[in-house]
């Protein structure tokens, strides 16, 4: 599938390192297809060799994400450089510019531009939690994706973001389509409710025709050989759709949800706040 305007392909499930997925894994999902690799928040070892390995195979199929939060425009090079040293892969096929929640700095984009110049980086992309803000992400031509928290209990993205994306819309990333696993939780259903699984959060995602691609944060092959399902399975039917937006809305009313922003973005603040650009 396109992602988006970016001209890049990718399959409609990708895998973020900040879970815990092992090497052996990492080059198991490629083989099932995947090949959209998040090296994201955390950065575990054991990620990273699985991409290496497949990157020394088949690089021209991979699409490999590397995320900064920087910013600081002078410390955009150090973190891409970094990150291509520990894959090994010689180019980032996407960078992504964490958590902006407006247009990011002139001094950032043409850091970035200067990047992609230079044959280091060949799109850029944006993540985003503040709905408003997509529209002139969309409409900046440095920018050809963005990625946006998109799931069950928090489908605001299908009013306020995915139509104002523009007649040529940037590449479209959902992720926490789990919503942190509380939407895989027995304890927040619906009185009759099945409990839906991973590959079902991430159907749901992918039912959009706006979502290119889904981020998957399986732990451990049990968690993977599910999100496989999803490409198997493809979208949801109305009535899954349905199903998924009653489980959805008890999530989201749940007591528990006033705790879920602070422990939701921990890894994103762990990695800023271990330098990992």
Known sequence: MPLGRSGLVVTPLGLGSSYGLG???????????????????????????????????????????VQSYTRFASLLPRAVESALA????????????????????????????????????????????????????????ALSAVMVRYNAAHPGAESEVFPRLGPAPPGVVAY???????????????????????????????SHPSVNLCLAGPKNAAELDD???ALDRGPMSEDELAWMRRVGRAVHDAPVRRALPSLANLAERAGRLLGRG
């Not at 002139?106 to 997509?134: N, T, W, Y």
């Not at 942190?180 to 619906?190: A, I, V």
């Open 86 to 141: 520990k894959l090994d892969v010689g180019y980032v096929d996407v960078l992504l510019l964490g958590w902006w929640n407006r247009l990011p700095s002139r001094r950032i984009l043409d850091a970035a531009l200067a990047l992609r110049e230079a044959g280091k980086v060949r799109q850029l992309m944006v993540s985003c939690h503040h709905r408003p803000s997509f529209a002139a992400l969309a409409a900046e031509p």
């Open 23 to 65: 090497a052996a894994d990492v080059e198991r999902a490629c083989e099932r297809g995947v090949n959209y690799l998040y090296w994201g928040s955390i950065r575990t070892e054991a990620f990273g060799r699985g991409v290496r390995t497949v990157a020394q195979r088949r690089r021209d199929e991979l699409v490999v994400v």
């Open 227 to 229: 999100a496989l399902t």
């Open 176 to 206: 926490t389509a789990t919503r942190w696993g509380t939407l895989c939780d027995p304890r927040l259903m619906p009185a009759g409710e099945p409990v839906p699984r991973g590959s079902d959060c991430y159907r749901f995602a992918l």
